[in-house]
């Protein structure tokens, strides 16, 4: 069922590359070169220093391996599906999400749902082979973005497993050595712009124990235990929408992901974050949200808003609903990567508004 790509990958290198961007937490801030994002900025009131405004682009390495789906995520004016395409075109909308304020993208390994939200997911979209080693085809395609990310100044919350994904990986051996093989993908790039994210939303439907939320931090562990350099990555996992993150991850977590999906009033936003804070073993880190399907930009309050006057960062989710285009959505393949919808300019508007834009 597999389609095979051949590539190759410079995986073996003695000595990385010298890299441009750093990420890292100081207390509940997030700071890039050592200094924290937005130094000294406040909106209305609400402090922005130290946040990490992001967007879901989790399909920015997508490509279908299963033959009997890959016809469906065709461009309408090829008629046809090109990964590299999507990719380069993703690559080349990153400066402008970047001056509009957006100084992370959350990507996905084994991405998201192309449809929004699936039940089931026929289509094989994950960078792992079953027995837990990667396609450089794919791995090709995300250096690209973690390379350009570098450049930027931005960073990339790297999230390894999706559900509904994770069960093309034969056993648990096989999601231990995923995890190690990324991990050695990014030492041996030199990255120090990325975010580990393990998993999106471990308690939803995944088949693998380690995978699910009461086991999860034993993942997280690993990941912590390696150190290349004298650098490690910092890592946590996410949450369904609405769900405040289990004491297991909080003690464990560098930071801590929450999703706004399926939360209907913008001020149970800032309810989650204190919650989350109220949880035993919680101390100063930083909150953010890196998946939210609710809009209302134009109105005083909405999630984003309510997700900064908590002091947590706040992600965009966008993906393409029925009867819309192929200008709309950002999860949604094939994807548009420019600015190219009402909702997206919206969106990129009042990031710029709250941030003040960047460079």
């Known amino acids: 069922m597999f389609l095979c790509f051949h590539s190759q990958w410079s995986a073996g290198q003695s000595k990385p590359p010298k890299r441009k961007?750093?990420?890292?937490?100081?207390?509940?801030?997030?700071?890039?070169?050592?200094?924290?994002?937005?130094?000294?900025?406040?909106?209305?009131?609400?402090?922005?220093?130290?946040?990490l405004p992001n967007s879901r682009m989790v399909q920015g390495i997508f490509d279908d391996r299963n033959p009997e789906?890959?016809?469906?995520?065709?461009?309408?004016?090829?008629?046809?599906?090109?990964?590299?395409?999507?990719?380069?075109?993703?690559?080349?909308?990153?400066?402008?999400?970047?001056?509009?304020?957006?100084?992370?993208?959350?990507?996905?390994l084994q991405g998201g749902s192309p449809e929004g939200y699936s039940k089931d997911q026929p289509w094989i979209n994950s960078m792992f082979n079953p027995n837990g080693s990667y396609e450089p085809y794919f791995a090709n395609r995300l250096k690209r973005i973690l390379d350009k990310a570098d450049e930027l100044g931005m960073v990339v919350i790297l999230g390894l497993f999706y559900f509904g994904q994770d069960e093309y990986l034969k056993n648990e051996a096989a999601v231990v050595n995923a995890v190690d093989n990324t991990m050695e993908i990014l030492a041996n790039g030199g990255y120090r712009n990325v975010l580990i994210e393990i998993n999106n939303e471990c308690d939803i439907r995944y088949d693998h124990d380690i995978?699910?939320?009461?086991?999860?931090?034993?993942?997280?562990?690993?990941?912590?235990?390696?150190?290349?350099?004298?650098?490690?990555?910092?890592?946590?996992?996410?949450?369904?929408?609405?769900?405040?993150?289990?004491?297991?991850?909080?003690?464990?977590?560098?930071?801590?992901?929450?999703?706004?999906?399926?939360?209907?009033?913008?001020?149970k936003i800032a309810d989650m974050v204190q919650q989350t804070r109220a949880v035993?073993?919680?101390?100063?880190?930083?909150?953010?949200?890196?998946?939210?399907?609710?809009?209302?930009?134009?109105?005083?309050?909405?999630?984003?808003?309510?997700?900064?006057?908590?002091?947590?960062?706040w992600g965009f989710f966008d993906y393409r609903m029925k009867d819309e285009?192929?200008?709309?959505?950002?999860?949604?393949?094939?994807?548009?990567?420019?600015?190219?919808?009402?909702?997206?300019?919206?969106?990129?508007?009042?990031?710029?508004?709250i941030t003040g834009g960047l460079p």
Not at 26 to 50: A, C, L, S
Not at 223 to 243: E, P
Not at 288 to 312: G, I, L, M, R, W
């Open 21 to 51: 961007t750093t990420v890292s937490i100081v207390g509940d801030q997030f700071y890039i070169n050592g200094k924290p994002t937005f130094k000294g900025r406040t909106w209305n009131g609400h402090k922005i220093e130290g946040l």
């Open 69 to 108: 789906t890959r016809s469906k995520w065709a461009y309408p004016d090829t008629k046809t599906w090109d990964p590299n395409r999507n990719t380069a075109e993703f690559v080349a909308a990153m400066p402008v999400w970047k001056k509009h304020g957006l100084l992370a993208i959350t990507l996905n």
């Open 211 to 267: 995978l699910k939320a009461e086991r999860v931090h034993e993942l997280i562990r690993r990941v912590k235990a390696k150190k290349r350099n004298g650098h490690r990555f910092l890592v946590s996992t996410s949450y369904s929408g609405g769900k405040i993150p289990q004491e297991n991850v909080v003690r464990e977590a560098d930071y801590l992901i929450l999703h706004g999906n399926g939360v209907k009033e913008a001020t």
């Open 280 to 313: 035993a073993g919680y101390r100063p880190m930083p909150l953010v949200f890196n998946e939210d399907d609710h809009f209302d930009f134009d109105k005083p309050a909405n999630h984003f808003q309510a997700a900064t006057s908590a002091y947590a960062s």
């Open 325 to 353: 285009s192929f200008n709309d959505g950002y999860q949604s393949i094939p994807v548009n990567w420019q600015i190219s919808s009402p909702r997206k300019k919206a969106f990129f508007d009042y990031l710029k508004e």
